[in-house]
């Protein structure tokens, strides 16, 4: 088994301890806008959000996936994507995944796997995760060929246009209603210090992260620019990303 998806296997393990945390402080929202095909936002989601399952965080947060990212809805309800009509494709196959299994230990490991595939530029092979992780493709597929897909994207569309403030980026990471700008990749500090109850193993390096948090506004990390710009890149185009301070 590939090392990144044996992160996935721990997926199973995380919810057990998470109805005593709930009861304990109460569990912080965090919620990720993003694209399929965005390379920072895949980054983000296999080398840095799977550590939540990893770690114990998992058992304090509430997480919200939202695939949509950059994308335009033109008149008629057409539907354009930053990196082109495969990433509209991705975006519909995971929104359908968040459907059809709304267990987030279920669809995480989902999006992971196909995630982990776009950062390896294998992502046409994202039908391959149905089979590594014994998942039943007929929901998934049923959703994103019909107009229910579409209808969940559509979804995912208001709830970005209704950010505020509006993400200018992605990946936009939100935590407990604070956005986290760039300094997104430092999101575990964030969890940890809104988080009321008995802090979990992975908060108790404190001093480590307050720091984070203090050097919050000298963070650079990648992201992909919302930029308005109607030419769309292909999936393959390093060009059609935006790196901070290019736009």
Known sequence: MDSRLAIAALLLLASASSAAAAADGGKVAVALYYESLCPYS????????????????????????????????????????????????????EACAID????????????YCVEDLVVKRQYKDWESCFEKLGLDAKPVTECYKSEHGHKLELKYANQTDALEPPHRYV???????????????????????????????????LGRLQMALETAAEARNGVSYNSGVSKLATAEDEGGEHKVGEY
């Open 171 to 205: 990946p936009w990471v939100v935590v407990d209603g604070q956005p986290l700008l760039e300094d997104y990749e430092n999101f575990e500090a964030y969890i940890c210090k809104a988080y009321k109850g008995t802090p979990p193993k992975a908060c108790q390096g």
């Open 42 to 93: 895949a980054r983000f989601v296999v080398n840095h959000l799977a550590k939540v399952f990893a770690d114990g965080l998992r058992e304090v947060v509430d997480l919200t996936l939202v695939p949509y990212g950059n994308a335009r809805i033109h008149p008629g309800g057409e539907i354009s994507c930053q990196h082109g009509p495969y990433e509209c494709l991705l975006n519909t196959v």
């Open 100 to 111: 059809a299994w709304p267990d987030l230990d279920v669809h995480f490991s989902f999006i």
